[in-house]
Nanobody, 115 residues
């Protein structure tokens, strides 16, 4: 059974930092492309960032320079370090694992940035 479990969300002041974690089980983690998405209230889910199995990363323009994705294959965990947070970063953040036609989602973790 595949599980992606996010943690690390919560309330943070604007300008602050937060680190999210996503622990994966039931998949061969090292071969999966790992992604973070987010969904703000009343908005569609949007892609935030990706780290490939080879370690290449890509970021949405809205978070470039502020967020950093990383992975630890020994721990089957992907991280999202978020710095210089803004109120518009408030959303539920979802972890996603993808390999070929396989596509798995976590349950999400709420991040709220107060102004």
């Amino acid at each position: 059974q595949v599980q992606l479990v996010e943690s690390g969300g919560g309330l943070v002041q604007a300008g602050g930092s937060q680190r999210l974690s996503c622990a994966a089980s039931g998949i061969i983690f090292r071969i999966n492309t790992m992604n973070w998405y987010r969904q703000a209230p009343g908005k569609q889910r949007e892609w935030v960032t990706t780290v490939t199995s080879g370690g290449s990363t890509n970021y949405a323009d809205s978070v470039k320079g502020r967020f950093t994705i990383s992975r630890d294959n020994a721990k089957n965990t992907v991280y999202l370090q978020m710095n210089s947070l803004k109120p518009e970063d408030t959303a539920v953040y979802y972890c996603n694992a993808r390999y070929g036609f396989e596509n798995y989602w976590g349950q999400g973790t709420q991040v709220t940035v107060s102004s």
